[in-house]
């Protein structure tokens, strides 16, 4: 790498607010902090693969984490049926089972190689990619660069940007467009998104919609969830999900002050399960009797609050209830998504910090089938409403299941973004065998 990129790596890195340390270790610690590092796999990470990579075509996916992994599956799927090999990179524990769980031999799938050139080159070296496709907002300067001076074109799918990184990123638009210009397509989320990275200098972009709207609702295991609904029998049910630091404690609130009138169980599902510990002593400081799903509890009448602390069961969270408050929206910035809540038939209450699905709650408040909560008591009002008024949670519940089905359409939009850079791999992918009959 040129001292040029060099330069461009680093200041990227300061400008995102990472570490940049050249310090291998250092930055491994960054990379893999709580506990989402695999150590008999860790090797991935310096670029070693663990896994052969198979002959014909190959495109190179990555997603971040879980939400980004779930995003390009129906992606990944329709670029199996067209008999081109995909691996897939993401970055914790977690999404590397969903990745073995929902797509088990139509990908195969390594940890990202750390952002740093030697990790980075091992990795294309070996399994040479005809094409990268990355999901949403990840921009990793060692790897953009690399890719870009091995002409490797990278495409970035359901792109958003939020208003902070489009802050940074506008503060340094020689670096940027240093970046972004090494893009080959950016299929943006909304028309907002795809703005900004055209002001940032990428070039083409065009729009699709969301991808999470395109995927299937999430799992569940219908034995266990047959089994809790046997437990909570009558009693009328809410929950807080995607929850961050407060934001449990605020569920807490709300259920002291409506369990005298409403009688009610209240679920809770941290964004990090690995809290658990911590939110559950604070519910007991509130007062409040708490089941953990990790210890098999038994949902008995005297229980005030379900805590959710596993990953991979929001399909049956959300399937127990036809309420559901979306976190990191009242004490925390940013949002999480609501539309699998929406899509599961749930009545969705929200506080006001969801820039990261801007659109989404936009859709789904004009549709009726949101509404926004300022405070812990504007949302014990909220509750306390759905839960009592059947007309009202009926009519929202419905409004967001239309909501979600007419903002479908991501998935065609973006596979025929996409038909210039996979058409030749199609048609390259199905000769290889009628090549190697002939040999």
């Given at each position: 790498?040129?001292?040029?990129?060099?330069?461009?790596?680093?200041?990227?890195?300061?400008?995102?607010?990472?570490?940049?340390?050249?310090?291998?270790?250092?930055?491994?610690?960054?990379?893999?902090?709580?506990?989402?590092?695999?150590?008999?796999?860790r090797?991935?990470?310096?670029?070693?693969?663990?896994?052969?990579?198979?002959?014909?075509?190959?495109?190179?996916?990555h997603?971040?984490s879980?939400?980004?992994?779930?995003?390009?599956?129906?992606?990944?799927?329709?670029?199996?049926?067209?008999?081109?090999?995909?691996?897939l990179?993401?970055?914790?524990?977690?999404?590397?089972?969903?990745?073995?769980?929902?797509?088990?031999?139509?990908?195969?799938h390594?940890?990202?190689?750390?952002?740093?050139?030697?990790?980075?080159?091992?990795?294309?070296?070996?399994?040479?990619?005809?094409?990268?496709?990355?999901?949403?907002?990840?921009?990793?300067?060692?790897?953009?660069?690399?890719?870009?001076?091995?002409?490797?074109?990278?495409?970035?799918?359901?792109?958003?940007?939020?208003?902070?990184?489009f802050?940074?990123?506008?503060?340094?638009?020689?670096?940027?467009?240093?970046?972004?210009?090494?893009?080959?397509?950016?299929?943006?989320?909304?028309?907002?998104?795809?703005?900004?990275?055209?002001?940032l200098?990428?070039?083409?972009?065009?729009?699709?919609?969301?991808?999470?709207?395109?995927?299937?609702?999430p799992?569940?295991?219908?034995?266990?969830?047959?089994?809790?609904?046997?437990?909570?029998?009558?009693?009328?049910?809410w929950?807080?999900?995607?929850?961050?630091?407060?934001?449990?404690?605020?569920?807490?609130?709300?259920?002291?002050?409506?369990?005298?009138?409403?009688?009610?169980?209240?679920?809770?599902?941290?964004?990090?399960?690995?809290?658990?510990?911590?939110?559950?002593?604070?519910?007991?400081?509130?007062?409040?009797?708490?089941?953990?799903?990790?210890?098999?509890?038994?949902?008995?009448?005297?229980?005030?609050?379900?805590?959710?602390?596993?990953?991979?069961?929001?399909?049956?969270?959300?399937?127990?209830?036809?309420?559901?408050?979306?976190?990191?929206?009242?004490?925390?910035?940013?949002?999480?998504?609501?539309?699998?809540p929406?899509?599961?038939?749930?009545?969705?209450?929200?506080?006001?910090?969801?820039?990261?699905?801007?659109?989404?709650?936009?859709?789904?408040?004009?549709?009726?089938?949101?509404?926004?909560?300022?405070?812990?008591?504007?949302?014990?009002?909220?509750?306390?409403?759905?839960?009592?008024?059947?007309?009202?949670?009926?009519?929202?519940?419905q409004?967001?299941?239309?909501?979600?089905?007419?903002?479908?359409?991501?998935?065609?939009?973006t596979?025929?973004?996409?038909?210039?850079y996979?058409?030749?791999l199609?048609?390259?992918?199905?000769?290889?065998?009628?090549?190697?009959?002939?040999?």
């Amino acid at each position: 790498m040129s001292s040029r990129m060099a330069r461009i790596g680093l200041s990227a890195y300061r400008l995102a607010g990472t570490v940049a340390s050249p310090v291998v270790g250092l930055y491994i610690t960054y990379r893999t902090a709580k506990g989402k590092e695999d150590r008999a796999r860790r090797l991935e990470r310096f670029g070693y693969a663990s896994a052969n990579r198979p002959q014909g075509p190959l495109v190179w996916f990555h997603a971040a984490s879980v939400g980004e992994t779930n995003a390009v599956i129906p992606l990944i799927r329709e670029i199996r049926r067209r008999d081109i090999n995909v691996i897939l990179t993401t970055g914790t524990i977690t999404s590397a089972r969903l990745a073995a769980e929902r797509l088990g031999n139509d990908a195969i799938h390594q940890y990202v190689p750390l952002d740093l050139k030697p990790a980075v080159g091992r990795f294309l070296d070996y399994w040479q990619p005809d094409c990268a496709i990355i999901a949403e907002s990840e921009i990793w300067p060692a790897t953009v660069l690399e890719l870009g001076r091995r002409r490797i074109p990278q495409i970035l799918v359901n792109a958003r940007m939020s208003d902070r990184s489009f802050a940074r990123w506008r503060r340094r638009p020689s670096l940027a467009e240093a970046l972004f210009e090494n893009l080959a397509l950016v299929i943006a989320q909304s028309d907002l998104d795809a703005e900004r990275f055209r002001d940032l200098g990428a070039v083409p972009v065009i729009t699709s919609g969301n991808l999470k709207v395109d995927t299937d609702a999430p799992p569940y295991d219908g034995a266990v969830f047959a089994r809790y609904k046997k437990q909570i029998g009558d009693r009328k049910t809410w929950a807080a999900i995607s929850t961050f630091d407060g934001e449990e404690n605020a569920a807490g609130i709300v259920h002291r002050a409506l369990r005298d009138r409403d009688k009610q169980l209240t679920i809770i599902v941290p964004r990090h399960p690995e809290r658990a510990d911590e939110i559950e002593a604070a519910l007991v400081k509130q007062g409040l009797k708490v089941a953990r799903r990790t210890r098999d509890d038994v949902l008995t009448p005297d229980i005030d609050i379900f805590l959710g602390d596993t990953i991979g069961e929001m399909g049956l969270y959300l399937r127990l209830t036809e309420v559901a408050f979306v976190g990191r929206s009242l004490f925390a910035e940013g949002g999480q998504n609501p539309l699998e809540p929406a899509m599961l038939g749930c009545a969705i209450l929200s506080g006001g910090n969801v820039q990261n699905f801007r659109e989404a709650y936009q859709k789904l408040a004009r549709s009726g089938s949101a509404r926004m909560v300022r405070d812990t008591e504007m949302l014990a009002k909220g509750v306390h409403y759905l839960l009592t008024n059947d007309e009202a949670r009926g009519k929202m519940i419905q409004a967001g299941i239309a909501t979600v089905h007419e903002m479908r359409g991501a998935l065609s939009a973006t596979l025929k973004g996409l038909e210039p850079y996979i058409n030749p791999l199609t048609v390259k992918a199905r000769l290889l065998p009628k090549a190697a009959a002939q040999a």
